[in-house]
């Protein structure tokens, strides 16, 4: 279903890193951060640095193929607990992940979209919209959403990809001192990661600049409490129970 549209985020945030988290042979200046190490030993450190944190904040806006941007902004922790909001279209979906259970809350707009081609589309939406819908387990469209390790583990998947990474210069992302880990992709884009050079160097913010999906992410919050809240009864409705009754018809 329309998760797809949420889980795309996920999956270019962690092949943005995925680019950078490389072999990179500058070791920049004795007094840069991180002296005596190289790039790909910068960002292999940020990259395990970010999956050993038991929580973090992503926020970020990509422009997909079809050239509509996808904005997230979603707390997740290791324990798959989440609770944010992606927007794309001029349509916007709430998002909960809570113990075992997603669910989305929808406007009108989303569930048009998320359903279209769908049987009984036009008696589902009026049922879902402004609802915080129960989704199916076995959703393989939203599978993978609220998953932090999943998308950390994507950071680092094919390592033939992470070439030619270079330290740059520092800066600060959201008042926290960072360095830029930079190369030029294949096809043109600029690739950018921000690593933290105080305390733990947790992976700050992803860019791509130039190409046709240019992408920023940017990652806060390392620890703080995920703690979603189950909606209430009278708030929420199952998709597959309305799905498969006669209340869709």
């Not at 079809?66 to 904005?71: E, F, P, R, S, T």
């Amino acid at each position: 279903m329309g998760g797809s549209k949420v889980s795309a985020m996920v999956a270019v945030v962690g092949s943005s890193v995925l680019m950078l988290t490389g072999c990179g042979g500058d070791s920049g200046a004795e007094d840069q951060p991180f002296a005596g190490k190289s790039a790909d030993q910068v960002a292999a450190e940020a990259v395990k640095a970010t999956g050993h944190a038991t929580s973090m904040h992503v926020s970020g806006t990509v422009r997909q193929s079809a050239g509509d941007a996808l904005d997230v902004d979603l707390s997740v922790d290791r324990d798959k607990n989440c609770e944010g909001t992606v927007k794309t279209a001029g349509t916007t979906v709430e998002v909960r992940h809570v113990d075992t259970t997603l669910y989305l809350r929808g406007d009108e707009g989303y569930w048009k979209s998320a359903l279209k081609g769908q049987p009984r589309s036009d008696t589902l939406v009026p049922k879902l919209k402004g609802k915080w819908v129960k989704v199916p387990s076995d959703d393989s469209a939203t599978e993978g959403l609220c998953d932090k390790q999943g998308l950390v583990a994507s950071m680092d998947e094919d390592k033939s990809e992470r070439k030619g990474l270079k330290k740059s210069s520092t800066t600060t992302v959201d008042g926290t001192k960072a360095i830029r880990l930079t190369k030029r992709a294949t096809g043109g884009e600029t690739l950018t990661l921000y690593v933290a050079t105080e305390g733990k160097p947790y992976i700050l913010r992803t860019t791509t600049r130039g190409g046709k999906s240019p992408n920023t992410a940017t990652f806060s919050d390392y620890g703080k409490a995920v703690d979603p809240q189950k909606p209430a009864a009278g708030e929420t409705v199952d998709l597959k129970e309305i799905a498969s009754s006669g209340q869709a018809g």
